[in-house]
């Protein structure tokens, strides 16, 4: 299949704890880190792996890792924030779970063939408990995902990309305006710049 990537897997955890490409600073409304947040966590949820494209109409959430309850100091540190989907951050709440800035949420859970999210130690229980990331009808929705996926790859290549790519609104960080970046070199390796430079993956 010309411009597929097999390998490209829907819903694998990261196999290593998520190192920062970013690192701005100075915002009073954490909501305004989202572009950057996006762009970090490669416009997927950190918790349940839903992509951006697979739901353009759902609202996504700035999350603390730390809740805003247990430190409001930390409430508009990047550092301290991730990209979520609605439904995740809400399960949430205020729980602590796992930063993946620490750990790899690949070596706590696997996603079975069949839709269900496998622990793989009390971190992955932890977090299968908080998020009820095994609840029916989310099993249920990742089961058929997979399944839609499956045959995209096989009969319709192009719509797999699609799917599986990059949304086509990229946000421009180099246009945004912060008080300090504590990594800019960020910037240049954003996903709108390498799709400037042509280094754009078609899958992901």
Not at 72 to 79: H, K, P, S, T, V
Request: aromatic share 10%.
């Amino acid at each position: 299949m010309e411009g597929v990537t097999p390998a490209a897997e829907p819903f694998a955890y990261p196999t290593e704890p998520h190192c920062r490409r970013h690192g701005p600073g100075g915002y009073t409304n954490y909501q305004r880190y989202r572009p950057w947040l996006e762009d970090e966590f490669v416009f997927r949820c950190i918790y349940c792996l839903k992509r951006m494209v697979w739901a353009p109409t759902d609202v996504w959430s700035v999350d603390h890792i730390i809740p805003q309850d247990e430190a409001e100091e930390l409430a508009c540190i990047y550092d301290n924030l991730v990209l979520a989907c609605q439904c995740c951050n809400r399960m949430k709440s205020n729980q602590r779970v796992p930063d993946p800035g620490l750990v790899a949420y690949g070596q706590c859970l696997r996603v079975g063939s069949e839709g269900a999210i496998i622990p793989l130690n009390k971190l992955g229980n932890r977090l299968v408990r908080a998020l009820r990331l095994n609840e029916p009808r989310y099993q249920r929705w990742r089961s058929q995902r997979m399944r839609e996926l499956r045959a995209l790859a096989l009969c319709d290549p192009e719509g797999y990309e699609q799917v599986m790519g990059f949304p086509t609104n990229l946000p421009d960080l180099s246009e945004l305006r912060v008080k300090s970046n504590s990594r800019p070199g960020g910037i240049k390796d954003s996903w709108l710049a390498k799709r400037r430079r042509g280094e754009l993956p078609k899958v992901y």
